[in-house]
C-alpha cells in the first residue's frame, strides 16, 4: 500500500457501523456513472446494507471519517462464482492508488471467502481492467461468466441495459474478466501452461468476431499495448 494511503485513508472490511455512508456511496456512483457516460449499476440501500452486515464489501474513508472508496463482493452458482462489483472512488481521493488497494483487499477477501470460486467483473473503466489483469484476471466473453438471471437483471440499473438485453447477453459496452483459481493449481503442479494476456485476447477475439456486435477489443489492446 502506498505511504499516502496508509496515512490518509482506512480501508476495511465493511459492517453495521458503516451503514450510514450507503446514500453517499450510491451517489458517488451515480456522479461517476454520469462523468463517464457509461453505466455504473446502481444498487437499493437494503442491498447495500446486506452486503456490509454480512462482511462481504470493502470501505475506503479517510481520517475525518469522510467516505473514499468502496467495492463489494456476492456470489452466484451456488458458490461458484464470485462477483467484485461496485468499485468506486470518490474524485478528491483518484489518482493515489487507492482503487487498486480496495479491488485488492475485495479479491483477498473473495478468496479468503470462497477459495474454490472464479471471481468475475464487469468493467468499462481501462484503470480497472488493468488492476484486474495485475491480480490475475483474463478478458473473457460473458458465456464464461455465471447464466443466473438474477445477476444479469442487476445490469437493469445500467444506462446501457438496452445493449444487453438486444445482443442477448453476450456482450454490451462493459468488459467481463475472470480470474480462475484452477489456474494457479496447474500453474503449481505444471500440467498446464498459463495463456499468457496476448493468448486470452486472441481466444476472445475468434470468438467476438464470430457473434459480432460491439467491439470493445481494440481497447483492451490498446490498454496492454499490445
Not at 456522479?31 to 462482511?55: C, F, H, P, W
Not at 467481463?176 to 503449481?188: F, H, N, Q, T, V
Amino acid at each position: 500500500m502506498k505511504r499516502e494511503i496508509k496515512n490518509r485513508i482506512k480501508i476495511e472490511i465493511a459492517n453495521e457501523v458503516h451503514i450510514p455512508y450507503i446514500d453517499t456511496i450510491n451517489q458517488a456512483i451515480e456522479d461517476a456513472s454520469q462523468e463517464r457516460g457509461t453505466g455504473i449499476a446502481r444498487r437499493t440501500y437494503e442491498y447495500l446494507k446486506e452486503k456490509m452486515v454480512e462482511g462481504k464489501a470493502i470501505i475506503a474513508t479517510d481520517k475525518g471519517g469522510k467516505f473514499a472508496g468502496f467495492c463489494y463482493i456476492e456470489t452466484w452458482g451456488h458458490g461458484r462464482f464470485v462477483a467484485n462489483s461496485g468499485l468506486i472512488v470518490t474524485p478528491e481521493y483518484r489518482g493515489l492508488g487507492l482503487a487498486k488497494e480496495i479491488k485488492r483487499q475485495a479479491f483477498a477477501l473473495s478468496r479468503r471467502r470462497y477459495p474454490e470460486a472464479k471471481i468475475f467483473g464487469l468493467t468499462t473503466g481501462l484503470a480497472v481492467m488493468k488492476i484486474n489483469h495485475e491480480l490475475g484476471y483474463r478478458p473473457v466473453t460473458f458465456s464464461e461468466l455465471t447464466d443466473e438471471d438474477a445477476f444479469w437483471k442487476g445490469c437493469s440499473g445500467c444506462v446501457n441495459y438496452d445493449i444487453l438485453v438486444r445482443t442477448g447477453r453476450t456482450k454490451c459496452l462493459c468488459t467481463g474478466m475472470l480470474y480462475d483459481p484452477a489456474w494457479e493449481k496447474s500453474k503449481k503442479n505444471g500440467k498446464i501452461r498459463k495463456r499468457s494476456l496476448l493468448d486470452s485476447i486472441n481466444k476472445l477475439k475468434r470468438k467476438n468476431n464470430k457473434v459480432g456486435g460491439i467491439k470493445f477489443l481494440p481497447m483492451i489492446f490498446s490498454l496492454f499495448k499490445i
